[in-house]
């Protein structure tokens, strides 16, 4: 069983940054691809960028391209979302889900255990 824990989500200016951090608990955290997702009042939660075992490989959401930043320390059981250059569209709940074995990089479903997901509000 794996618990993962977000925090550091908050209420920002637009063009502001926040950096969001997930704990996750277990001792086999290095081999688990992880991934960000988030989910808007009234939408479908959506992939925002995910991130191999060894960091060795990331993806991005076009949305979020050239803004945020995914990154893991796999001696802490940590991965984080550096989130810069923020826009109101980027208010959602946002989520760390861990996947175990092959999971599509951008399918909820795939994903084996998730957060509890940390507000983040961007106005304007």
């Known amino acids: 069983q794996v618990q993962l824990v977000e925090s550091g989500g908050g209420l920002v200016q637009a063009g502001g940054s926040l950096r969001l951090s997930c704990a996750a608990s277990g001792r086999t955290f290095s081999s688990y691809a992880m991934g960000w997702f988030r989910q808007a009042p009234g939408k479908e939660r959506e992939f925002v960028t995910a991130?191999?075992?060894?960091?060795?490989?990331?993806y991005y959401a076009d949305s979020v391209k050239g803004r945020f930043t995914i990154s893991r320390d796999n001696a802490k059981n940590t991965v984080y979302l550096q989130m810069n250059s923020l826009k109101p569209e980027d208010t959602a709940v946002y989520y760390c889900?861990?996947?175990?074995?092959?999971?599509?990089?951008?399918?909820?479903?795939?994903?084996?255990?998730w957060g509890q997901g940390t507000q983040v509000t961007v106005s304007s």
């Open positions: 991130i191999n075992w060894n960091g060795g490989n990331t």
């Open positions: 889900a861990a996947s175990i074995v092959g999971a599509r990089i951008g399918v909820p479903s795939d994903y084996d255990y």
